[in-house]
């Protein structure tokens, strides 16, 4: 076999990672070019939904991933000055889904579990240390190269996250904005579930504190707690990183004499963004380089996970020659508006409700909330939705 036949896959991150071990699997020759010396094991994702886990419990991961996170059936949406709350309880998809429950679990396990299973595919090789600086393409071949390297393939998949290369190669624009707000990510051990009552695994919260701009977020994952605050209407971002800023947000969130441990501390700006097309010849895009959206609901990983299996499925038709090349467009038909329309559109709606600082418009939202969560059918349909099974039920009848 030439190695122009092999894939090249640009980025070891989650999705990456999950399309290398599916071309492996498959019997198709990778390589994967990561710049880091190893995967990025900053806090990022934590949240995977029952589609993916799916998925991954065909790769033999689901298992083994669940064991290090917490199966998190319910989530919410709260006011924190009462506790009053509206709690989803995924229990309601027990027919379309193996997995009825967030898993709660930082992504790099995820792809420390990949790592572990590419380890033994002999048809895979990932080269760390190795960043990918330009990206071409001809009739018959695509070619990927950096300092003192040059590897031509088949086809060459960016999968190289937010500021992409071979997105820039492809000529591409990434249409959107950037949200105005900073997030601050911050994590502790503190165990708030022991102090507010009624509290699941993934709150989203409003509150009438002035140490907010309205609204936080706590997601719990194994042995700490990540609470997503925003500045202050007066706070600077400068200000609201301050140890005793931070102080005062958790303290907000429950009073207590001790100082809060507070283990990292990230500040992050949110885009809204897609490409126009995932693919251009023999350059294809998937994950954070093709589509970027508010984390507000948990589906940008995700999202990218289901790319990769999309895709490895249509590339596995057409590197056999199952299938002409031209059907590498249906993986855009399919999942580019799965991504406009359930990923980004949804996670901009999720974002919007908690920014909502109208009393009387909280109100109402979360009255209906209340009465979409005790209905079954209204539940069900709102975490099929929320749980990005109807979107891939959709992406799967385009031909
Ligand atoms: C605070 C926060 C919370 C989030 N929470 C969630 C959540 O709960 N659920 C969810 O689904 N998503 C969430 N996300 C989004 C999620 O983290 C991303 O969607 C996910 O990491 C995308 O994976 P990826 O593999 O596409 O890209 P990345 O994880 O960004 O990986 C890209 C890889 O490519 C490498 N690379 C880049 N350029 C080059 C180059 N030129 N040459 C070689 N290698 C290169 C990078 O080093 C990196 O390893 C969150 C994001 C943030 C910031």
Redesign the pocket.
Known sequence: MAERDRVVI???????LTLALLLGRAGIPAVV????AD??EEL????FHPPTLDMLDTLGLAEPLIAQGLVTPTWQVRMHETGERAEFDLGVLAADTAHPFRLQAE?HKLSRLLLAALAAEPLVELRFG????SVAQEADRARAGGDGFALDASYVIG???????VRRAMGLAFEGDTYPETTI?ATTPFPFHEVMPGLSNVNYVWTESPAFSGTFSLLRVPGRWRASLYPAPDETVEQALAPAAIERKLQAIHPRAERYEVQDLRP?RIHQRIVPTYRVGRLLL????AHLNS?SG???????IHDAFELAATLGAVWRGEAEAALLDRYTRRRRPVAEREIIAQADRNRARMRERDPARRRALLEDLRRTAADPVKARAHLLRSSMIAGLREAATIA
């Open positions: 640009v980025g070891a991150g989650p999705v990456g070019l990561e710049a880091e995967i990025a990022r994702a934590s949240t992504q190795h960043a990918v600086t999968c190289d996250g937010a500021r992409s290369v990510l992050y998937a994950g954070d380089a984390p948990g589906m940008g990983m995700n999202g990218g």
